[in-house]
Each structure stands twice: as C-alpha cells, then as structure tokens.
C-alpha cells in the first residue's frame, strides 16, 4: 500500500509529488500518457504559455534562465516538466490509464489503472479540466463535407483542408488559433463571444506581474461581486512574441479576419449568427480598461515608480458600433473547408465512484478538498484563488494539499 496515488503528472501533479517525496512520503503518480500529456497532446504547434516564464518555477527547481519575461514554448515546457521529474525522482507510471476510484471501505481507497489495483489512504485527482471537449448545440447541424475540429485536437493549419476557416469562438485558445490560421496565410472568420481582454503590457512590465504583486491573483471565489464570474472564459492574451502580444478582435478585424456575433446554429453550410459583436468589442475594452485602472491605483497606492505604458495599438478601444457583423453566411459560398471549434472543455470523471462530483459532473470542494476524507483534487480553475489556473497558483495550491496529505498520513500512522 501507498501513502498516496496521485491521478495526473502534469505541472500541478508533479509539484505535488515533489512536495511529497521531499517528506518521505511513498507514492505514485499516475498518467494517462506521458509527462505533461494534456500540453503535449492538446496544444497547437505554435502554442505558448501565457504566464512569464519568472512564473513558472516548480518546488525545488525556480526557474533559472536568462529571458524572465519572455515566454515557453509547448515543447520546450513539456521538456521542462520531464527534467523537473528526472531529477526529484518523481515516481511517475507513463501509460497508465485510471479507470476507478473507489472506497476501500476502511476509510482508504482503491484505484484501478492499467489493470492494477493499488491501495492508499489519500488520493489527489490533479488531471484537470482539459481532457473533453464542449461543443455547442449548433455543431450538430454542420454538414458532414466540411470538416471540423475542435482546439484539443488543432495542431497547425497544414491539418485542414485548403480553404477558408471559421473558428467558433472567442477567449484565448480562439482568438490564438485565428492568429495561427493568419500566419499560414488562411482566410478567417471568427464567430465571437462575450470575453475579457488583457492588455499584455502595462507601465513597463507583464500585466500578470502586476496583478500578481497587486493583490489580484489573490482574489478568492467569496471576494467576488458575483460568483458566477468564476465561469467567465480566459480573457484573450498571447504569449506569442519576444513579449508577448495583446490580441483584440479589432486587432484580428485589422488583420483581415471576418469577425461575427455569437454562433446561433448551422443548418449544413447555413450559418447564422447573434447581433451582439459590437457588445463583445465593447465588453472586452471595458475588461482592458478595468485591468490598466487596477495596476495605476496599485502603482499609486504603493508610490512605485514606472514608467508610461507603450503605445499598443491592439489595446486601443474601438467604436463598437463601427462593427456590423454578418447575420448569417453560407460556409460553401464562402470557401469555408473546415470549422475549428474553440468552445471549451470539461473533464469526464466518471471514474470517480465516490460522491465528490455534482450532476453536472463539476468537482465538489472546499479548497481542494472533497466530501471524502481523503480526496482531494489540485490544478483547478479557482480552486483556492483566482491564479489557480495557472502555474504558478497550482504550485502554490500544492503546498496546501500536500500538508494535508501529510498531516493525515502521520495522524493514520
């Protein structure tokens, strides 16, 4: 028997197991595929972090290079996270597949994986939320000659037939594939949403330093004017570039991408879309301007010094009502090949055999940890603050986790 089996060996997982190998404590850490597999096999080739690189330390290996504000690139992080796990001696299973969790009616549990069964009084599901795609509604309509694809599976453009593409879709990974699709030399259209957007850099650094140092990141679900806010997508920003980049879907219609309303439905190659793009160019202005106000009453209120922002004139406000969308459009008229859908993910949990997940198949938690004793989940959006989802917030998370791992496996002993 284990003292702990850990489900995942991505970055919050393996932050996780280092913390808990660094106590002594004997335990596996459990993978679907290898190393990092959900960055690795659900990333486009061009697909960067988001967060800085200063960020993304992991326990016992801060990060050390020489570009602090610049930004990894998929392969490269993915490389990163297998040294990090060559050198603690992290106990990883490549290929091993979880299948159940189940109580082993002693107040521990039984995990089948690969057609092992294996024993232990803690378990941390650490596998995230990016393992099945959502597709909405309107996909059922599309017509079987055009293709489809959603943004776990795109890698480049090279993988879709010749053509115009409708990328469906608007927070990060959309407004990033459209980007992706621009430079192969595609034409695209964008079917929007109701999405933030960060400013990339604010009085001369990342905009994620200043939130971090702000207080921002730090904000809980209960700090919150409304908690359905925690649903909101992940505001359009990207890593791309020495610097990074800020993307704005005035910035993308500069580019020459066709951006259009909310997707209604398709009936085979009739697409039809919602009036609501001048409220989404709005909506992401009015999300900018809040973000650059909060880093100038902090640099005030802390009497920092910096500098003024550079010009970025993907940040500039728009007239949203310069903006008039298509109603609808037919995709064969409009040498539409291929729709790229980019409307999120959930994670398929219906392995856990236990009563930690609601109807909606959505995680049950008070910071990570579940109405069973015992289990706990790390790598969350939100799962104790808002920087949960990202590196950086998942390591931290799993110094919270891991003393609990700890404490509950002494008191046991």
Not at 72 to 98: I, N, Q
């Amino acid at each position: 028997m284990h003292d702990a089996i850990i489900i995942g060996a991505g970055h919050a997982g393996l932050a996780l197991s280092q913390r808990l190998v660094a106590a002594g404590l004997d335990h596996v850490v459990l993978e679907r595929g290898e190393i990092g597999e959900s960055w690795r096999s659900q990333r486009w080739d061009s697909f960067t972090l988001n967060t800085p690189n200063a960020m993304n330390g992991l326990p016992g290996s801060p990060y050390d290079g020489d570009a602090p504000e610049a930004f990894e690139d998929r392969d490269a992080w993915v490389a990163r996270l297998e040294r990090y796990s060559k050198t603690h001696g992290l106990p990883v299973r490549a290929h091993c597949t979880v299948t159940a969790v189940e109580s082993d009616g002693s107040g521990g549990f039984i995990v089948t994986a690969a057609g092992a069964r294996l024993a232990a009084p803690n378990v941390v599901v650490a596998s995230g939320t990016v393992n099945a795609p959502k597709l909405p509604a309107a996909a059922a309509g599309l017509v079987a000659r055009v293709a489809r694809i959603t943004s776990g599976a795109y890698r480049n453009a090279g993988q879709l037939p010749a053509g115009a593409v409708l990328v469906v879709g608007s927070a990060q990974s959309g407004v990033q594939i459209a980007e992706d699709l621009l430079d192969a030399g595609r034409e695209v259209y964008l079917a929007t949403g109701q999405v933030g957007r960060a400013p990339r850099r604010v009085r001369g650094r990342d905009t994620l330093v200043w939130l971090t140092e702000s207080g921002w990141m730090d904000q809980r679900p209960d700090d919150l004017p409304d908690r359905g806010m925690m649903r909101w997508a992940q505001p359009q920003i990207s890593g791309v570039g020495p610097l990074g980049h800020t993307v704005s879907l005035q910035s993308l219609a500069a580019r020459g991408v066709t951006v259009l309303g909310h997707l209604e439905a398709i009936d085979g190659t009739r697409a039809r879309f919602a009036d609501d793009l001048p409220a989404h160019v709005a909506w992401g202005d009015e999300a900018s301007r809040r973000l650059r106000q909060h880093i100038d009453d902090h640099i005030a209120r802390a009497a920092l010094s910096a500098p003024a922002s550079d010009p970025d004139p993907a940040d500039e406000p728009a007239d949203p009502r310069a903006f008039r969308a298509l109603p609808e459009l037919d995709l064969r008229d409009r040498g539409i090949s291929a729709v790229a859908f980019s409307t999120g993910f959930t994670s398929d949990l219906s392995w856990l055999k236990l009563p930690v997940v609601d109807e909606s198949g959505t995680p049950v938690h008070v910071d990570g940890r579940s109405p069973v004793d015992g289990l706990w989940f790390l790598g969350l959006p939100w799962l104790r603050t808002r920087k949960s989802a990202i590196v950086w917030g998942a390591v931290q998370d799993s110094a919270h986790i891991a003393d609990q791992v700890i404490a509950r496996t002494r008191t046991r002993c």
